[in-house]
């Protein structure tokens, strides 16, 4: 009785958790590396975390949407 748990299936996810967190710091890295010396160290790491977690926030909002998607048929 109740609600029941919701069935994961292996292709819900587009990339998972830890590959995004991976595509994220790989993305953060290149930046720091390319606009670092062109615009100062300092505002090169910032934006390049930025940049990273913004990265990982859109592949978050892919796989969700693709769940959302999948879930209505």
Known sequence: MGVEP????PHDDLL???????VGVVFAALFMVTYGPRS????GVVSGIL?????????KEVDDRRK??????
Do not use: D, Q, T, Y
């Open 16 to 22: 998972g958790v830890r590959n995004r967190v991976i």
């Open 51 to 59: 940049g990273g977690a913004v990265v990982f926030l859109l592949l």
């Open 40 to 43: 100062g160290w300092l505002p």
């Open 6 to 9: 919701e069935e994961k299936k």
């Open 68 to 73: 959302r998607r999948r879930r209505r048929g």
